[in-house]
């Protein structure tokens, strides 16, 4: 692993070191406080959760409930500071994800859409979208709907649709409402986050399928880590950082008001068919990942 | 208040549909679990489960040696049919590769974008295996994708049999029924549950004592692969057969992503005459008849034409009247398919109004 105490960013986890992770933290430390149980079920709550980047209060609030000490700072981000002295740390993730929000909503009560941040991610982002279930997280709660695709039997005998990818501007979102004014009170609004309606799918021999895996599985890993009460040494600030997609603005945030830091250590698992739907975590890497930040915190 | 939104957002969203008219409550209390029963063609036996499940209690129903499922009710002649489908788009497994994903053949037309990138069901033999579709790595260009494979996240051939995989095997994406605003509900393979509930439900009020004839309620197997399950049912029964009423999807335009050609029959102003489509026409008296007797009864009823073959086409051939019903179905063949629940109750009842008293 070849650990230090630089002031680089370190990302911790991923595939290709599992191995050798897992040989050295289990022959030096059989103590495990945290069940990789646990790892599995934060790991499914985690990414079942939605969290537009700007738009991250609701998870923000389960995360301050489910972790000792944790509040949220004034930029949105959640802290938990663990110990105290020096070095003062930092172990971080980023929990928001692309998304998007209501831009407009047509007198028929459908809802057009804007994304969240403006640039595409992942070519294929918006085609994601076509012919699926979407939440729209509105004031009243979260509300189902769809994305309007074509009927395939109405495309018979007829010249052959666009072939170019589907984008976020031939999106029209059916909640089923027929005029404005059925969407709206259902507390819809221009505004409201939209994402693809979250279905974490475990498959094969621990793996995890779903939106967002790597990061969101790291940060519960990290959550995992802080909930395993490790001994650390000097203080180390915990951050759940928002608004990584808007240039990292969360995780600037959290240097302004936290720091100084003497090293930091970013909470994220590799991931195969990164930025789709199902992106794909190894849940033994994030028990690994766990161990390994728990072992970083303790100094050890 | 923010956190108990969430948490019921978890739950069954059909649960949380509390106020409903009785009628609107018993169509969902059929339909969702047609929905969420998986059965694609030639593989239709959970759905089939389900039907007999949800038959009334006096029901005796039979299955046939191609798998459709009969039930014959009332005597004499001329013999009316219903049909209504079990079986659903999907894949089979065609052939497992070296590093055990899954080469994939489709059964019906469906657009395979919709299926890339997102979860799988492998329906093998030792139960359902999850899995993913596994998303493209180049080609970014275009909407199609290249042809589909599936990952259950073996290695090896040898695992992915290891794990009662095996070619033949049937593949769809998990599911679920999910209640929309109002009366509207929103899954994958509506097309044909609904028939299939629409049928339950007219049995469940049908008045037994006022049948004039026999009457046979047939949910078929493969018709989206031909309608290979109705060919059979139609030769077991010849000339035999009047009228035969296939029930099906009525693709609708009322969408803003479609034409306003033809097949615009909006969302919940109840069943639709099929009268039209690409598999049979509906004599023009059959359909003023039908109108007639839909507004005795106080049914609410739309006359159109879509496109799509109907399993009542195969009986023509025998000299039967193929007045094909429906109801208006957003976005066919998808995961999103969407329909109104009114429309499933208006469908319904035109099938008890035209078994008893036409």
């Known amino acids: 692993m070849g650990w230090n105490s630089n002031k680089a960013d370190r990302r911790i986890g991923g595939w290709a070191d599992r191995a050798a992770l897992l040989t050295l933290l289990l022959s030096a430390y059989p103590a495990i406080r945290l069940t990789a149980q646990t790892v599995d079920q934060l790991a499914l709550r985690f990414t079942s959760w939605t969290a537009v980047t700007g738009f991250e209060r609701a998870v923000t609030d389960s995360l301050v409930a489910l972790l000792p000490g944790g509040t949220r700072d004034r930029f949105g981000n959640v802290i938990v500071t663990l110990g105290r002295g020096s070095p003062r740390r930092l172990a971080s993730c980023d929990i928001d994800e692309p998304g998007y929000v209501v831009g407009n909503i047509t007198d028929d009560g459908y809802l057009r859409l804007r994304r969240v941040p403006g640039a595409l991610l992942a070519p294929l982002q918006d085609q994601m979208l076509e012919g699926h279930r979407v939440t729209l997280f509105g004031e009243a709660g979260p509300v189902p709907a769809v994305v309007a695709v074509r009927s395939t039997h109405l495309a018979r005998f007829r010249a052959a649709a666009a072939e170019a990818p589907f984008t976020v501007d031939d999106a029209f979102v059916d909640v089923g409402a027929a005029s404005r004014v059925e969407a709206e009170r259902l507390g819809l609004h221009v505004l409201t986050p939209v994402a693809l309606t979250k279905r974490p799918l475990p498959y094969g021999d621990r793996l995890l399928a779903a939106p967002r895996a790597g990061e969101r599985v790291g940060c519960a890993a990290l959550a995992a880590a802080v909930l395993g009460q490790p001994k650390v040494r000097g203080t180390v600030v915990v951050a759940f950082a928002v608004q990584s997609l808007y240039a990292s603005k969360g995780a600037h945030a959290v240097a302004a008001l936290h720091g100084p830091f003497d090293a930091t250590a970013v909470a994220l698992l590799d991931a195969r068919y990164h930025l789709t739907p199902v992106e794909t975590v190894s849940l033994a890497a994030a028990d690994s990942l766990r161990r390994a930040l728990m072992t970083w915190m303790e100094g050890r | ?358």
């Open chain 2, 1 to 358: 208040m923010r956190r108990a939104a969430l948490l019921l957002s978890v739950l069954p969203t059909f649960q949380l549909s509390a106020q409903d008219d009785p009628r609107i409550s018993e169509a969902q209390a059929v339909l969702a679990p047609l929905v969420e029963s998986y059965g694609v063609s030639g593989a239709e036996g959970p759905v089939r489960e389900t039907v007999k499940r949800l038959l009334p209690a006096w029901a005796n129903a039979e299955t046939d040696t191609a798998g459709n499922l009969w039930l014959r009710v009332g005597q004499g002649d001329p013999v009316v049919v219903f049909v209504a489908h079990l079986d659903e788009i999907g894949f089979t497994v065609d052939s497992i590769l070296d590093d055990g994903s899954l080469h994939l053949r489709t059964r019906g037309g469906f657009y395979s974008s919709l299926f890339e990138a997102q979860p799988a069901l492998v329906h093998g033999s030792s139960g359902d295996v999850p899995g993913i579709f596994l998303p493209r790595d180049t080609g970014f260009v275009r909407r199609a994708p290249p042809p589909l494979r599936v990952s259950i996240g073996s290695t090896s051939r040898a695992a992915t049999l290891a794990r009662g995989v095996r070619p033949g095997a049937t593949v769809t994406m998990p599911k679920q029924y999910v209640r929309l605003a109002g009366t509207r509900a929103t899954g994958r393979s509506f097309d044909d549950r609904v028939g299939s509930a629409a049928q339950l439900l007219a049995l469940r009020r049908l008045d037994r004592a006022k049948l004039k004839h026999q009457v046979i309620f047939v949910w078929s197997v493969r018709e989206e692969i031909g309608l290979e399950g109705a060919a059979v049912a139609a030769a077991a029964l010849g000339p035999t057969v009047k009228r035969v009423h296939a029930i099906d999807t009525f693709v609708s335009a009322d969408s803003p992503l479609e034409l306003q050609s033809f097949a615009v029959a909006p969302l919940g102003q109840g069943a639709v005459a099929r009268a039209l489509d690409n598999s049979s026409v509906t004599p023009p008296a059959y359909v003023d008849s039908l109108v007639a007797l839909a507004r005795a009864r106080g049914v609410k009823l739309q006359v159109g034409t879509t496109n799509g073959g109907n399993d009542g086409s195969v009986f023509t051939d025998y000299g039967a009247v193929d007045v094909a019903l429906g109801w208006p179905l957003r976005y066919s063949h998808s995961p999103a398919e969407l329909v109104d629940l009114k429309d499933v109750a208006s469908l319904a009842d035109l099938i008890q109004a035209a078994a008893e008293a036409w």
